[in-house]
Nanobody, 126 residues
Framework: QVQLVESGGGLVQAGGSLRLSCAAS????????MAWFRQPPGKEREFVAA????????WYADSVKGRFTVSRDSAENTLYLQMNSLKPDATAVYYC???????????????????WGRGTQVTVSL
């Protein structure tokens, strides 16, 4: 069983920064891909960023390119999301997800991931 625990959320003013973490654990944890999704209030869950665990290749939603950076610490099985120049529309619950079977074909497809964290709230005020 795999557990994902997000942290680092909070309240920040527009233009500020936050760094989210997602710690993965579980017996002999391994993964092919990890990602961040978010769900704004009253809206569907949406893709934010993903990172290929072996090669370190990355994907980003157009709305966050140039402002958000996804990275990893492979030794600690931890995924990060550095969020800069935050806007109020970034207010959401942020979730991390992992693909432990190597079956994700499109990183933005949330239904292809097999484990999810419980999320961390990010609120960006004006």
């Amino acid at each position: 069983q795999v557990q994902l625990v997000e942290s680092g959320g909070g309240l920040v003013q527009a233009g500020g920064s936050l760094r989210l973490s997602c710690a993965a654990s579980g017996r002999a944890f391994s993964t092919y891909l990890m990602a961040w999704f978010r769900q704004p209030p009253g809206k569907e869950r949406e893709f934010v960023a993903a990172l290929g665990w072996i090669l370190g290749n990355t994907w980003y939603a157009d709305s966050v390119k140039g402002r958000f950076t996804v990275s990893r610490d492979s030794a600690e099985n931890t995924l990060y999301l550095q969020m800069n120049s935050l806007k109020p529309d970034a207010t959401a619950v942020y979730y991390c997800a992992t693909d432990t079977k190597g079956t994700v074909s499109v990183p933005a497809r949330s239904y292809e991931y097999d484990y999810w964290g419980r999320g961390t709230q990010v609120t960006v005020s004006l």
